[in-house]
Structures are given as structure tokens and as C-alpha cells.
């Protein structure tokens, strides 16, 4: 059996401090670990992956092993306590029903906080593969852009053709529209994830189908 028919929850994926917020909607199964809870967000906000990041939940912190990456100093550089490993636990273990907040910090240099509200405990439906995006609003900032107030900043000056540095933001934001929202791509990032699950549930249902023939 795959997780299309486990327990799933609805999330709300909010990055905060943004006016009008930008945010998505998502549904995950509860048997997902932490660390496959991150690759969600990543794909669902258009994130790249390629900077430290961690939950919290009721003042835990996830994320990756120690030793691993880059978690092995986060708290000589970032002043955090060590946090358990994202890979270990899954989500249905820190979950306080009816609902649970998750903080999310992606990028500890420029800081982009999350706020997850997971809700809507419920049965998966057959033939349906989860994790699946379900509605959202406007586009995630680029990477590396200084934050949020680097983002809004540059968003003024690219709204201002006499700004002096107008020329250098719009190179660096190319084609970049903060109304857009590419919901296929969220979709097909999403699925490639739902096929992985599903495939490796397949072959441990099968692995221990022959161990017990």
C-alpha cells in the first residue's frame, strides 16, 4: 500500500512579513518526515535548496544530521542549539491536533521565515498522490535578494525608471514578476515527490512481502 490512502493534513505555507502575503496551500501525508516536509516547501515555494534551514516546533528545532552539510557548526556560527535530525522524525510526531504551527527559516543570511499551520486531519483520497499543491498567491522573492526588506526595497527601485541603481536591479531581477505564479511547476516539482514516496513505499511493501512468503 502507498501513502495516497494514509492520513494526509491540509498546510498553509505563509512567508512572513509580506504585504499582500505570499503564501500556498498544500496537502501532505502525516508519515512524511521533517526533512521531506522541507523538500515540499522548497518545491512549493520555488525555493533553489541551497542554503541552511531549519523547523521549530514548540521550541525544537529540525534539521539536517549533524556532521552533515552544514549542520555540524550551526551552533557555533548561528547561536542555535543542536536540532534533531529532520530525517529521523516525521511530521505526525509533532503534531498537536486540531491545528500545529511549524516555524521554517530557509537561508540564515537573509532570513526568510515561514509560518506553517497544519490542519484537516484526515484519510487520503484513492488515486490521489500526495504531496499536491492545492492554491497559492504570488510569486516567492529571488534568492540572495538581502531579505525581506532587500526584496521590497528592490521592488521600489525597479518601479522607478530615474532610481540610479534601476538599470542593475532589472538585469538582476531579469524576468522576474512578483504577481506570477507558476502553479505547473509547483505541480510537477510536487508530484516527482509523490512518485518518489509512492515508489519507495512500493518497494518496502514488497520487501516485506517476501520476507514473510
Known sequence: MTDTVDEIASIRIELRHTEPPIWR????????????????VQAAMGWFDSHLWEFTVDRQRYGPPMGQDWGQDWGQDWGTQPSRDAAKVRLRDVLRPPRTTIDYLYDFGDGWEHRLTVTKLRQGE??????RYVAGERNAPPEDCGGIPGFYEQLDILADPQHPDHEEVAEWFDDYDPEALDELVIKT?????AKRRNAAAARLAKKKSTSTS
Do not use: F, W
Open 25 to 40: 496551500q498544500v496537502e501532505v501525508p502525516t508519515s512524511i518526515t521533517m526533512k521531506g516536509l522541507h523538500d515540499v
Open 126 to 131: 484513492p488515486g490521489i498522490g500526495y504531496p
Open 189 to 193: 516539482a510536487l508530484g516527482r515527490i
